[in-house]
C-alpha cells in the first residue's frame, strides 16, 4: 500500500505540473485543481501516445518525460506553487468529518489496489494491451492476434506510461488515484454545498461516494470504465454550470475532457454534444476560442487516427470501414463480420439467429 502511495505522489506531480503548464499555454485561470490534474493526465496521454506510434513506451519515455517536467517546472515554478497553495486552502477549509471521511476513503482505495485484479471482463486484456505497450508501443495488425487488443483505449496507453514496468510488475493503479479524486472533488462539493446552500447541483455531484460500493470493483483491475463513469461526472457539471453563462475556461476544460473520454472510449462519442451545445448557443462570446478548439478536437483526432490505423489497419474502427481505404495487416472481412455478428448476440446469451429476429 506504501508503494502505490508513493507512486500515486509520483504521477500526481507529473500531471499537476503538466496540467498547470498546459492551462497556462491555453490561457486558462482559475481551474478546478482536481481538473487541473485530468487536463495533465489528456496531456499526458497524447504525448505518451505520439510516443507509442514510434517506440515502446518503457523507461526510455520515463527519462523523457522527467526532462519535460523539468522544463515546465523552471518555467512555470510561480504557477504551480499557486496551484499547490489553493489546493491546500481548499483542502484546509473543508470540515473535519469531509476529512476524515476521504481519509477513510483513501485507505480502503488504498487496501483495494493492493488486492489481486477481480473483474472478470474480457479475458484481462487490459493488462496484455499494457504489457503491448511498454514492450512494443503501437504494433502494426496487433488485432490479428486478438479482436480485444484493438481497442488500445487511451486510459491503457496513460497507464503503461504510470506503471513501472521497469521498476516492478504489479503497479497498474491509476484507476485507484482516478476514483480518489473523482471523491476528493465530490466532497468538496459536498462541502461547499453545506456551508452555503446556493447550488442543489452541488449536492448531486457530493452524493457521488455513494457508488464507491460499486466502483471499488474497477480499482485493482486497470479498466477504462472507472474514468469513463468519472470524467463523465465532470462533463455532467462542466456542461450544466456553463450552460447559461460560458466562460473560456468552462469551454475549453469541456473540451479536453470531452477529447479525452473518446480517446479513452470511443464510443462515449456522444458526449461530444455538451460541448458542440455551449459553443453553438454561447457562439458570439466564444468565437474567439474556436482555434483552441479546434486544437485540442484535431490533436485528439490524429491519435485516434493513427492509432486504429497501426493497430487495426482500419482508420474508423471499431467501425468496419471501407475495405479500399484499409491497411493491408487489417482483419479480413469474413473475422471481423463474424466477431460482429457473434458479439452482439452474446451479449444477449442469445444465438445470432435469435438476435436479428428480436425486436
Not at 472478470?120 to 504494433?139: C, K, P, R
Not at 516492478?168 to 456551508?195: E, M, T, V
Not at 474502427?317 to 495487416?329: F, N, R
Request: overall charge positive.
Amino acid at each position: 500500500m506504501l508503494l502505490i502511495l508513493l507512486s500515486w505522489v509520483l504521477i500526481l506531480t507529473f500531471a499537476i505540473v503538466v496540467g498547470v503548464s498546459v492551462n497556462r499555454l491555453l490561457k486558462l485561470q482559475e481551474v478546478n485543481p482536481v481538473l487541473v490534474i485530468f487536463h495533465g493526465f489528456f496531456t499526458l496521454t497524447l504525448l505518451a501516445g505520439c510516443w507509442a506510434i514510434f517506440a515502446a513506451i518503457d523507461w526510455k519515455f520515463f527519462i523523457f518525460l522527467l526532462i519535460v517536467l523539468v522544463c515546465f517546472i523552471f518555467t512555470n515554478h510561480s504557477l504551480t506553487i499557486n496551484y499547490l497553495t489553493l489546493f491546500k486552502q481548499e483542502f484546509q477549509k473543508t470540515s473535519n468529518f469531509v476529512k476524515i471521511i476521504l481519509a477513510v476513503i483513501l485507505v480502503l482505495i488504498l487496501a483495494q489496489s493492493a488486492s489481486a485484479p477481480s473483474l472478470l471482463d474480457n479475458e484481462s486484456y487490459y493488462i496484455q494491451t499494457i504489457a503491448w505497450l511498454n514492450e512494443f508501443g503501437l504494433v502494426n495488425g496487433l488485432i490479428n492476434l486478438h479482436l480485444f487488443l484493438g481497442q488500445n483505449s487511451g486510459w491503457h496507453i496513460l497507464q503503461s506510461a504510470f506503471n513501472f514496468n521497469f521498476i516492478y510488475d504489479r503497479f497498474n493503479d491509476l484507476n485507484g488515484l482516478c476514483l480518489l479524486l473523482a471523491n476528493y472533488y465530490a466532497l468538496i462539493k459536498l462541502n461547499h454545498y453545506f456551508k452555503f446552500k446556493n447550488n442543489p447541483l452541488d449536492l448531486a455531484i457530493g452524493l457521488f461516494p455513494i457508488f464507491n460500493v460499486f466502483l471499488f470493483q474497477f480499482v485493482s483491475s486497470p479498466s477504462p470504465d472507472l474514468a469513463v463513469y468519472i470524467i463523465s461526472l465532470f462533463l455532467f457539471y462542466g456542461f450544466l454550470m456553463n450552460y447559461h453563462a460560458c466562460s473560456k475556461n468552462g469551454l475549453i476544460s469541456l473540451v479536453m475532457l470531452t477529447s479525452f473520454l473518446i480517446l479513452i472510449k470511443v464510443t462515449t462519442i456522444v458526449f461530444v454534444l455538451f460541448p458542440m451545445v455551449i459553443y453553438i448557443k454561447h457562439y458570439n462570446h466564444v468565437k474567439q476560442y474556436s482555434f483552441l478548439v479546434w486544437l485540442v478536437a484535431l490533436a485528439t483526432l490524429s491519435l485516434i487516427v493513427m492509432k486504429n490505423i497501426l493497430i487495426t489497419g482500419n482508420a474508423i474502427y471499431p467501425m468496419v470501414g471501407i475495405e479500399s481505404l484499409k491497411a493491408s495487416w487489417s482483419l479480413p472481412v469474413h473475422i471481423e463480420t463474424y466477431f460482429y455478428k457473434y458479439a452482439k448476440a452474446y451479449g444477449y446469451a442469445v444465438t445470432p439467429e435469435v438476435y436479428s429476429n428480436s425486436t
